[in-house]
């Protein structure tokens, strides 16, 4: 009988899973190489903004001329801006904001400060304001409000409109333009004066707009109140200071009522209170004063015709 020889396979190797029977804990298996990443499109950077463009001079918005309020912007690379010697302060976008009072001189000289000692210069004629002035022929008397009473509390209110306006506040509100708080008859007129038998007495400090009394007026641009009476002033009233930034600020007299408080931040157009008679006044109006550190401004040069 023939032998059949049979040949022996060699049995494949089995792998790790199957020697215990399936007891190898997952974690021990043999990690799977990771695939490789599909191919994705590169990111695209964004797109640079448009570079500001370099300001070799000044560049001015307004008219120099007294009573008024210049809006502007420095030459590029300003590290300090000085009018006439004093300095001026400066946005982070290199705008300032610049003014002349009623009584301003003819010229004013406005100097950027670069880097390495250079300087941008401009010069600006002061054109000079229009004001109603009335000759009287009668001696000068004075004014009525130098009483005992007066002389007694003014120093206190002095000192409490002082600390108003040095109070530093971050406004934006000198940017824009500004609007009446309220629409009414012009009753004063800013920078209006008397000159008796050759002596000027005091100007006109701001624009009064008769109205009833307990009229609302509102904020002519945004700012942030630095005074609000707790009781009524001799002379002013009532009174309201507001700081619309840079040093700009507006005083509103006599009011009957304030409905804002020291701190609060306004907006242009919110109501701030009610016109009145309160402090030294003839009649209900709203009295507005606009300065600019210690340069007094006309209302109505920022705030433009009067529109009902």
Not at 24 to 31: F, H, M, R
Not at 159 to 186: C, E, K, M, N, Y
Request: proline fraction near 10%.
């Amino acid at each position: 009988m023939r032998r059949v020889k049979f040949r022996r396979r060699p049995m494949a190797a089995l792998p790790l899973l199957a020697i215990a029977a399936g007891c190898v804990p997952a974690s021990e298996a043999p990690a799977r190489p990771a695939p490789f990443p599909a191919a994705s499109a590169p990111v695209q950077a964004p797109p640079p903004s448009p570079a500001e463009p370099v300001r070799a001079d000044f560049a001015l918005r307004g008219s120099p001329e007294q009573g008024a309020m210049i809006v502007g912007r420095a030459p590029s690379g300003t590290q300090a801006l000085t009018l006439d010697g004093a300095p001026v302060p400066l946005a982070a976008d290199g705008g300032f904001l610049i003014a002349f009072d009623r009584d301003a001189g003819p010229s004013a000289l406005l100097v950027a400060m670069l880097a390495g000692g250079r300087t941008v210069e401009r010069t600006l004629g002061i054109a000079p304001g229009s004001w109603r002035i009335e000759k009287i022929n009668a001696p000068y008397r004075g004014s009525a409000s130098s009483d005992a009473e007066f002389e007694r509390r003014r120093p206190a209110e002095l000192a409490q409109i002082a600390a108003a306006r040095a109070i530093p506040v971050r406004s934006d509100g000198w940017r824009q333009a500004f609007r009446w708080p309220l629409t009414g008859r012009l009753s004063g007129f800013f920078g209006s004066q008397r000159v008796y038998q050759g002596k000027p007495g005091a100007y006109h400090s701001g624009t009064d707009i008769a109205a009833p009394a307990g009229t609302p007026f509102v904020a002519p641009a945004d700012g942030v109140v630095t005074l609000a009476a707790a009781s009524p002033f001799t002379l002013e009233g009532n009174l309201l200071i507001v700081d619309h930034g840079m040093g700009l600020s507006s005083a509103f007299l006599h009011c009957q009522r304030l409905d804002v408080k020291a701190g609060d931040h306004v907006v242009q157009g919110q109501q701030l209170g009610l016109v009145g008679q309160t402090g030294r006044a003839t009649g209900p109006h709203l009295h507005w004063g606009l300065k600019w550190r210690d340069a007094r401004l006309d209302p109505g040069k920022l705030a433009g015709p009067m529109r009902p």
